[in-house]
Nanobody
Framework: QVQLVESGGGLVQPGGSLRLSCAASGSIFRINTMGWFRQSPGKQREMVARISSGGSTYYADSVKGRFTISRDNAKNTVYLQMNSLKPEDTAVYYC?????????WGQGTQVTVSS
C-alpha cells in the first residue's frame, strides 16, 4: 500500500508563492507518473500539472508560466512550485501518483490566495 503525504499549503497574498510537496511511502517498486490536481468548492477536480518518470511535464493552460512541477526520484517526492498566485488558484490541491500500476491520492492540502 502506498501513502502520500502532502505539505506546503497555506494562505498567501495575490502575487505570492508557495511550494507544495508530496512524499510517497510504503511498498513501492517504481513510481511512474506523478501529478497535482485541485478542486474548488462547487467545481470538478482538475489536473494542474503532471510529470513522467522521465521528466516530461504537462501543465493546464491556467497555470502555464506560473507553476513548475518537479520530482526527486530518490525521495519518491513530487513538488509544485507556484508563483504569481491568483485568487482563482484557491483550492484544495491533491497529489496523485501511479505506483506499480496503481493510482493513489493524497489527502489534499488547502491553498488560499487572498489579500
Amino acid at each position: 500500500q502506498v501513502q502520500l503525504v502532502e505539505s506546503g499549503g497555506g494562505l498567501v497574498q495575490p502575487g505570492g508563492s508557495l511550494r507544495l510537496s508530496c512524499a510517497a511511502s510504503g511498498s513501492i517498486f517504481r513510481i511512474n507518473t506523478m501529478g497535482w490536481f485541485r478542486q474548488s468548492p462547487g467545481k470538478q477536480r482538475e489536473m494542474v500539472a503532471r510529470i513522467s518518470s522521465g521528466g516530461s511535464t504537462y501543465y493546464a493552460d491556467s497555470v502555464k508560466g506560473r507553476f513548475t512541477i518537479s520530482r526527486d526520484n530518490a525521495k519518491n517526492t513530487v513538488y509544485l512550485q507556484m508563483n504569481s498566485l491568483k485568487p482563482e488558484d484557491t483550492a484544495v490541491y491533491y497529489c496523485q501518483t501511479n505506483a506499480d500500476g496503481r493510482w493513489n491520492w493524497g489527502q489534499g492540502t488547502q491553498v488560499t490566495v487572498s489579500s
